[in-house]
């Protein structure tokens, strides 16, 4: 006789950085259904692009994800450059390295973030302070290039905002160099150690065939076996001028998964070093002044995986249509299939191993407890912030 | 032969309209009933992959933009139906052919109104439980 019990996992759950129902139906220990529930993070950005001009349009879907906030802008930008003729025909060579250079660094911090977490959900939490320890210095690199750790401004419609210096360079160098024994560390510690695997394989599977029924993307698809990977198929900035790999595996399951975002960095941190290499000098911005009527569409490997933006222009300073599509949507609908028919003591790391985008956008106020007298607002950090980022840059930090 | 090629030869007579903007943008345009068997067509014979669907609101009338990737040759592959009928639009979904659609096709429901025929599941999949009936955020009103 069977006996269903509901279990819920959120919208607001100690696990979750962001807010997600997922509603289990178990037997004893086996989940047999499960229904997902999102939206708590509806905000309307589709609507409201359609009220800004289009370079306003470049900051407000930075602010989609704080993780993947170089996908988004880069995947407008390049629908808006797919009206006017094609990134490769609009945008100075430097702003291409540029642009890649920085969508790399946003896939070491995103992979080594998900590491962390992952580690966190099944209670290795050696992992997660490891992570993230190795994910600072490539956050302080974008302070030093773009002026922020997060949201880092820096593609524009036919080119970039800032230019990479000179001076930046072999900090950049160093900061891979040392990456390098970090990445090693991890491939030992995670992918040889037979606690993980007897942890992680075969559980939370997704098998080729559902991954193609579902359209997943990204590293939930590769790690299903499915050769898929935007910037080899439809390459954007230098990615076909390089010569890299994309990382497959078969098994599906959370460990696939892992291994693919390990291996993945390797790649990453290869792809910049020959950017830093190849760059040419010159022009970083084509000083576009008009979006003529059309359609288009630009896409990126984000670190989740293909994120789609489909923008129509009618001449004005606006897009009349603005279409997102983050590859969360398409990977998290999948946990339908990869977390049913396994334990409840699986669903946690398998509902986050398709690295659910979470938004680290937290705002800080700093009370005194007598008085409840506000210290530290907003402004006092911008303020210190901008200080921190002088420091870098005159290198006296 | 090419994969436009083959939609072309398939769909001979029944496309409207055929624009290739690039050499990985193509985008042509059929008459709303034939979406299913377009779909289905692309999806599961040809093997593209289902990117998403786009809904919006123009003059003229409803209109879905359906793009399909080929990861084969970077191309993405986009049929566009109208539904010239704003006050009730309604189509067939394709939900039942592929899971894929299941998601977008309730956005599209609960932000344009569109009426998905056959859709398993539609219901609210962003919105709000409070969000009024019969409102829908993404209609624009093109007579003021």
Known sequence: ?397 | MSVTEKIKERFEGRITDWHEHSARRAYFSIKPPDIKEVANFLFKELGLRFAIATGQDTPQGIEILYHFSDDKTGQIISARVLIEDKKKPQIDSIAPLFVAAEWIEREMWELLGINFIGHPNLKRLLLADEWPEGKYPLRHNHES
């Open chain 1, 1 to 397: 006789m069977s006996h269903k019990v509901i279990i819920p996992i959120g919208p607001y759950h100690p696990l979750q950085e962001e807010p997600e129902f997922f509603r289990l139906y178990t037997e004893g220990e086996k989940v047999v259904d499960i229904d997902i529930v999102i939206g708590y993070m509806h905000r309307g950005i589709e609507e409201l692009a359609e009220h800004k001009h289009f370079d306003q349009v470049a900051f407000l879907v930075e602010r989609i994800c704080g993780i993947c906030s170089s996908s988004h802008p880069y995947a407008f930008v390049l629908a808006v450059e797919d009206i006017m003729g094609g990134e490769q025909n609009v945008v100075p060579e430097r702003a291409l390295y540029i642009r890649t250079i920085v969508d790399e660094l946003q896939r070491l911090h995103s992979h080594l973030l998900w590491l962390g977490l992952a580690g966190h959900f099944i209670g290795y939490n050696t992992v997660w302070m490891w992570a993230w320890k190795y994910r600072e210095p490539i956050l302080e690199v974008f302070e030093m290039i773009c002026g922020n750790r997060n949201h880092y401004a820096m593609s524009k419609i036919g080119g970039v905002r800032r230019d990479i210096r000179d001076m930046d360079i072999p900090v950049l160098k160093k900061t891979m160099d040392d990456l390098v024994p970090a990445v090693d560390m991890f491939k030992g510690a995670v992918m040889d150690d037979p606690v993980i695997q007897a942890r992680l394989k075969g559980i939370g599977v997704l098998t080729r065939e559902q991954a193609i029924e579902w359209a997943v993307v990204g590293p939930t698809a590769r790690a299903s076996g499915v050769n898929i990977d935007i910037r080899r198929d439809d390459p954007y900035g230098v990615f076909d001028k390089i010569d890299w790999n994309v990382i497959v595996e078969k098994d599906g399951d959370v460990f696939a998964k892992t291994k693919v975002r390990i291996l993945e960095m390797y790649e990453s941190i290869n792809i910049i070093r020959q950017c830093l290499s190849k760059m040419p000098k010159g022009e970083i911005d084509a000083n576009i002044k008009d979006v003529p009527p059309g359609e288009g569409i630009g896409r990126v490997e984000a670190p989740r995986g293909e994120c789609f933006h489909y923008v129509k222009s009618d001449g004005t300073n606006r897009p009349i249509r603005h279409k997102i599509r983050a590859p969360s949507y398409m990977n998290v609908a999948s946990n339908k299939v990869a977390a049913v028919g396994g334990t409840i003591s699986d669903a946690a790391i398998t509902l986050a191993a398709v690295d659910p985008c979470y938004c680290c956008t937290e705002r800080l106020i700093v009370l005194d407890k007598a008085t409840d007298k506000k210290l530290m607002n907003g402004w006092d950090l911008i303020r210190l912030s901008q200080e921190k980022t002088k420091k870098m840059q005159e290198g006296r930090l």
